[in-house]
């Protein structure tokens, strides 16, 4: 005589309809993770970052005006002390505009590259790959808007001064953005992880 089928823990006939909420929770923890938002984070830089890159190669000229503008310093006060810095090179100043298109599509680059990473290490816990990734993309964000636009375009070339071709509050901005994400990047709980499961 055949014995009746005996239900094991891993059975999926075993389970109660207790377990239900319990699993519930837990992926609701799971979406609350450090490691999630780090993901969200580096997504919308990504994103960001190719649109602005995107902008640039597909309507060339409004921010080529803003460098040229920019780097010849003529809607400053013109104080001789300062005016020496000016760039009145066409050829200076349409180069300088692509080394800038060019790095700003190296980093969306770096940080799509991340984001793919994040979304992957989410099924692993394993973020190493993809923290090393963002942090570089990051930076490449903060050397651009922060040494870029704040210090060299903002002080050296005086932007700041300028009514119509200022771009610092939007350099500011990003800046924060990017240093904000790297914070949340470099979570403790993030880095822990890494060493839950491997």
């Not at 409004?62 to 006060?77: E, G, I, K």
């Not at 060019?102 to 816990?125: H, K, N, S």
């Amino acid at each position: 005589m055949a014995q009746a089928h005996q239900p094991t823990d891993t059975d999926p006939g075993a389970r109660s309809p207790e377990t239900y909420p319990h699993t519930r929770r837990k992926r609701l923890l799971r979406l609350g993770a450090p490691s999630v938002a780090a993901t969200a984070l580096t997504a919308t830089v990504a994103l960001y970052m190719t649109l602005v890159a995107f902008g640039n190669i597909t309507d060339f000229g409004t921010n080529q005006q803003f460098v040229q503008h920019v780097l010849s310093m003529d809607t400053t006060f013109k104080d001789p002390d300062l005016m020496w810095r000016a760039v009145e090179s066409p050829a200076f100043q349409n180069t300088a505009y692509v080394a800038i298109i060019l790095w700003e599509t190296l980093a969306a680059a770096v940080l799509l590259t991340a984001t793919w990473l994040w979304i992957r290490g989410l099924r692993r816990d394993a973020y190493d790959r993809a923290r090393a990734a963002t942090t570089v993309g990051l930076v490449m964000v903060l050397l651009l808007f922060g040494m870029g636009f704040l210090a060299i375009g903002g002080e050296w070339f005086a932007m700041w001064q300028s009514p119509d071709w200022n771009g610092l509050d939007a350099a500011a901005r990003n800046v924060a953005l990017a240093a904000f994400t790297l914070l949340v990047v470099h979570l403790p709980g993030v880095r822990r992880a890494d060493t839950g499961r491997t």
